[in-house]
């Protein structure tokens, strides 16, 4: 990431560094043979609130019709959580020109569906 002027943080308890990334908490991490690019923001919207379900629809919706990354929504604290994650296969190992391609584009698929998520999910509650 440094290539694209991208300086990553380490995490001091797992394998994985960090960048904010449009105002997104990006992580990423190397798990053997994968590599996971996850972004994650914390909604306004409570976990019980009578609109949450129009986040879990928009996750449904966006994971049926696209492949750039998955879309998730987490209820494990007050206010519900986006998250969005594509993995990078690297088992028989990527070229630098290889894993930068693959990054950049798994980097493009987290943040545009992370932000195609609160569109697809104003759509389900009526708008805002």
Known sequence: MKHRGVTLENAESAPAAMANLNGR??????????????AESLTETGTSAPDAAAWYMAANHLNSVQMKASAVIVDQADKLIVRTESE???????????????LVSSVDGVLQVHDALGEVRNQFSGGE
């Open 25 to 38: 908490q990006v992580t990423f991490a190397a798990l053997g043979s994968v590599a996971i690019v996850r």
């Open 88 to 102: 990078i296969c690297a088992a028989a190992g990527l070229t630098d020109e290889q894993l930068e391609a693959a």
